[in-house]
Each structure stands twice: as structure tokens, then as C-alpha cells.
């Protein structure tokens, strides 16, 4: 069952432009969520969450919006670098049950010097 | 603060032979997970352990797998007759459990077993 969507497998966009990675979850139990991002040949690492009681999560060039009654999510990334390019995951779960994460199937994003 | 690793990083086998992998944590840690990633898709959730302890098992952990935590340090987990479908990537991932504050997961590189 695809709890958590991301209907995006790639994405390519241009070195100083915006990013933005979409993700839909389906369970309303779900109240926190992250992004996490892997290189080739390297596990996912962890770049930035948001809990259900927050809309907008800042980390320097890095922005994740949480829409609760769309039950969506997006990470901005802003301006983006080519080093950004990565396979992104979007993760959802309970606060409560945080060892098990549900994750989105990826989004590839290319970001072109 | 080595992060968590992960031995070997590739295995091919031939189906039917038991293969085995091995996880380190981050030292401090006193949970470690594993899960399987397969071709375009995202992790999934297998097992998990505190400290020696394994909590919780996933559906998707059929008979043929197993996980231990002898001493609530490294892991391993072993898949006995391995078939075609078990290939795929295996994470560790581990964290520290401490109190009600969000345990952020840290991965380890991987295995990707290849069956035969």
C-alpha cells in the first residue's frame, strides 16, 4: 500500500532556480514528516522535517511546506546547486511509532550548471 | 564518528544459498533497523531492534529472513534460500532513543545483493 506518493520521478531544472519536490500522503494518522536525500552509492541522509503542528519548516536554502488538509508536502530548494542533484525521499510516520517510516518512491532532480 | 556501516556492500549469489550481512551502528545509538529498497522504489520498513531487543517485524520479513542483535551492538541479517526476488538493496539504519524527541535515522551505504 502507497501510503506516501511522490508522482515525480525526475526532475531537472537549471543551477539558480527553485526546486520543488512535491509528495502526497494518504494516512491521516501520519504527523511527522522528513526529507531525505541520497547520492549514488551512499545510504539516504536526512536534510530536513516538519511536524503536523507547523506549515513551513526553514533550513538555510531549504524549505518544506505542509499542507495537512491536502495532505501534501513540497521541499523548495532555493537557489539550487549542482551538488543538490540527488534522488530525494519523502518520509511520513507517527510521532508516536517513529520507527516505521514510510517512504515515497524518490524524485531524481538534475540541477544543470 | 565512523557513521554506520555496512559489510559487504555487493553480493551475488546463486538461488537457493543463504547469504548474511552485517550492520554496525553509530556507536551511541540503541536502535538499528533494517530495510529493503528495490529498483524505483523507496526504502521499506523490515525490523527493527532496541538494544538487543527485536520489536517489531514487518510483514514483508517472510520466514526465510532473520535479524539478530546479540549484544545490542552490530547486527546481522541472514536470508536463507535466497530467490530471485529477494534481490534488491538492504539498508541499516540506526538512532537514539531518548526520550519523546524525534529519533532522526542515520543510513549505512547498503548492501545490494543480486540472486542468481
Known amino acids: 500500500d502507497q501510503q506516501v506518493k511522490q508522482n515525480s520521478p525526475s526532475l531537472s531544472v537549471q543551477e539558480g532556480r527553485i526546486s520543488i519536490l512535491n509528495c502526497d500522503y494518504t494516512n491521516s494518522m501520519f504527523d511527522y514528516f522528513l526529507w531525505y536525500k541520497k547520492y549514488p552509492a551512499e545510504g539516504p541522509t536526512f536534510l530536513i522535517s516538519i511536524s503536523s503542528i507547523k506549515d513551513k519548516n526553514e533550513d538555510g536554502r531549504f524549505t518544506v511546506f505542509l499542507n495537512k488538509s491536502a495532505k501534501h508536502l513540497s521541499l523548495h530548494i532555493v537557489p539550487s546547486q549542482p551538488g543538490d542533484s540527488a534522488v530525494y525521499f519523502c518520509?511520513?510516520?507517527?510521532?508516536?511509532?517513529?520507527?516505521?517510516?514510510?517512504f515515497g518512491a524518490g524524485t531524481r532532480l538534475t540541477v544543470k550548471p | 564518528d565512523t557513521g554506520v556501516s555496512q559489510d559487504p556492500r555487493h553480493k551475488i549469489t546463486k538461488r537457493g544459498q543463504n547469504v548474511t550481512f552485517r550492520c554496525d551502528p553509530i556507536?551511541?545509538?540503541?536502535?538499528l533497523y533494517w530495510y529493503r529498497q528495490t529498483l524505483g522504489q523507496g526504502p521499506e520498513f523490515l525490523t527493527y531492534f532496541q538494544n538487543e531487543a527485536q520489536l517489531e517485524k514487518s510483514r514483508l520479513l517472510s520466514d526465510r529472513f532473520s535479524a539478530e542483535r546479540p549484544k545490542g551492538s552490530f547486527s546481522t541479517l541472514e536470508i536463507q534460500r535466497t530467490e530471485q526476488g529477494d534481490s534488491a538493496m538492504y539498508l541499516c539504519?540506526?538512532?537514539?532513543?531518548?526520550?519523546?524527541?524525534?529519533?532522526?535515522?542515520?543510513f549505512g551505504p547498503g548492501t545490494r545483493l543480486l540472486v542468481l
Open positions: 556507536s551511541e545509538h540503541n536502535r
Open positions: 518520509a511520513a510516520s507517527e510521532w508516536h511509532n517513529n520507527n516505521d517510516m514510510r
Open positions: 539504519a540506526s538512532s537514539l532513543r531518548s526520550g519523546g524527541a524525534w529519533e532522526t535515522q542515520y
